[in-house]
Structure formats: C-alpha cells, structure tokens
Nanobody, 117 residues
Framework: QVQLVESGGGVVQAGGSLRLSCAAS????????MGWHRQAPGKQRELVAT???????NYGDSVKGRFTISRDNAKNTVYLQMNSLKPDDTAVYYC???????????WGQGTQVTVSS
C-alpha cells in the first residue's frame, strides 16, 4: 500500500511562486514514477508533470518553462516548484505514483492552489 501526503498549497497573487511537496510511503516498486496532476472546477484532471526514479521529467504544455518537478529518492518525496503563476493555474493539485506507462494507481488527497489576479 502507498500513502501520498501533499503539502504546500495556498493562495498567491499572479506572478508569484509556490512549492508543493508530496511525501510517499510504501513499496518502492510502486514509486517508479511520481507526478502531479491538477483539476480545476468544471474541467478534467490534467497532467502537470512527472518524474521517474532516475530523474527523467515530463511536463504538460501549459506549465513548461514555469514549473519544475524534482524528487528526493532517499526521502521518497517529490516537489513541484511553481513560478510565474497565473489565475489559470488555480486548481486542486494531486500527487500520484505508479509503475509508469500512464498507470497511476496511487493518489494523494489533493491540495488547493489559488492564484488571484
């Protein structure tokens, strides 16, 4: 079983920054890929960024150049540094983990990020 606990959400003005953290516990084999997804009201959940155990990253088009994902394997923690935030980034951000290939069996409870204009 994997548990994912997010922290770091909040309210920030447009142009500001936030850093999200996600601490994971559980079988290492289920933490091969960790990532962040988000869901805004009335919209589908979308992929924000992913990172493999070896540090390979992938970003959604809407956050490229503004967000950076990183992970500390020793701490089983993944981070999302969000810069130049826009009101459109307002959403609940979810941490997820899985074996790869778009398979996300484990999810955190989500943390709210609100960007005011």
């Amino acid at each position: 079983q994997v548990q994912l606990v997010e922290s770091g959400g909040g309210v920030v003005q447009a142009g500001g920054s936030l850093r999200l953290s996600c601490a994971a516990s559980g079988f290492a084999s289920r933490l091969s890929v960790m990532g962040w997804h988000r869901q805004a009201p009335g919209k589908q959940r979308e992929l924000v960024a992913t990172i493999t155990r070896f540090g390979t990253t992938n970003y959604g088009d809407s956050v490229k150049g503004r967000f950076t994902i990183s992970r500390d394997n020793a701490k089983n923690t993944v981070y999302l540094q969000m810069n130049s935030l826009k009101p459109d980034d307002t959403a609940v951000y979810y941490c997820a983990a899985g074996p790869g290939s778009g398979n996300w069996p484990d999810w955190g409870q989500g943390t709210q990020v609100t960007v005011s204009s």
